[in-house]
């Protein structure tokens, strides 16, 4: 049966007359006729009792629209999803990312875009880079955020979205918030607050310090970014850190110096190569790239390099 047909039955049981039905349809009553006489062929069984001026329904047509009723409701509920899925108003998006991106900007993204597709989920995970990446090797998020590490074995598609550099943290006191710039050679027995050693910006300082042989004395290890700032806060010792944790700052006592030489990787958005992006995916990373845009124009990030 057609949904034409229904529709047309619909408004006849509403209006009592195939006139009333026509105007109601905004269709001839010709048409409303044809359409009552196809869905009853189809039924299979009597639908109307017919004279010569009129059409009344059997107690029949009176409990086959009751169906009628739901199946008209479920199409148009159909039609409302597949309109709010074209305009990317429902749906969930999970992404997966490193700590201090969560505790960040990506707060920021996710305002943004909530105030574009309200009646879209967002779940946001935190994990360390290795759970990430194998997040997104099992499918149980739609794109991650990370640093461009091992990826491809994986199995993620990588795509960078800006570079990053790292940062010592001092406090305001400290003798080296004296300096525009901090050597490496200058951290030599320096007190450290550390990530912790699965962290993959600490793995790549103590590589650095192990191949200059610069000796650090590490007072404490924690594994948020907000840990260390606060510890650095505190006067506790000094941290290299992710230039995100610049965003952390505001209202301490904590000061942010360049390193030279520098410390770079670049930040990236990761996806399954199995699986694109659902359309609300696609509007969460349009969000994503402007944020990252205005961390660039801020100076806490630096412009992809371009092969």
């Known amino acids: 049966m057609k949904l034409k047909e229904i529709e047309a039955f619909d408004a006849f049981m509403k209006h009592g ?4 039905a026509a105007d109601a349809l905004a269709i001839s009553q010709s048409m409303v006729s044809r359409l009552l006489s196809g869905l009853e062929e189809e039924v299979g069984f009597v639908l109307f009792k017919r004279t010569r001026n009129q059409i009344e329904p059997t107690a029949e047509a009176f409990a086959f629209h009751d169906s009628a009723l739901r199946l008209i409701s479920s199409i148009r509920d159909t039609q409302k999803d597949a309109e709010a899925i074209a305009n990317n108003q429902v749906g969930n998006v999970v ?3 490193q700590p201090i991106f969560c505790d960040t900007f990506l707060l920021d993204v996710i305002k943004r875009f909530k105030e574009r597709h309200p009646k879209v989920g ?5 994990v360390g880079m290795q759970e990430l990446l194998k997040m997104i090797d099992n499918n149980t998020c739609d794109m991650a955020l990370g640093i461009t590490l091992e990826a491809d ?3 993620a598609s990588v795509t960078s979205l800006a570079r990053c550099s790292a940062r010592c943290i001092m406090h305001r006191q400290h003798p080296l918030a ?6 490496i050679t200058s951290l030599q027995n320096q007190t450290f607050i550390e990530l912790m050693p699965d962290s993959p910006l600490r793995s790549r300082v103590d590589y650095i310090m192990q191949t200059i042989d610069i000796k650090r004395n590490i007072a404490a290890e924690i594994r948020p970014m907000r840990g260390v700032c606060a510890l650095v806060d505190r006067g506790v ?4 850190v992710d230039p995100i944790a610049e965003l952390l700052l505001p209202g301490t006592d904590v000061v942010s110096k360049p390193l030279d030489p520098t410390i770079e990787w ?3 958005l990761l996806k399954s190569k199995r699986r694109p992006l659902s359309n609300v995916s696609a509007a969460f990373y349009d969000e994503l790239e402007k944020e990252i845009a205005n961390l660039i124009s801020m100076g806490i990030m630096q412009e992809r390099r371009h092969a």
């Open 153 to 155: 074995t994986y199995g």
């Open 17 to 20: 007359t195939t006139k009333a």
């Open 178 to 183: 004296t300096l525009d710039t901090v050597p």
């Open 95 to 97: 992404i997966a990312a």
């Open 237 to 240: 010792g000094i941290a290299v």
């Open 122 to 126: 967002v779940r946001l995970i935190d």
């Open 266 to 268: 670049e930040i990236a």
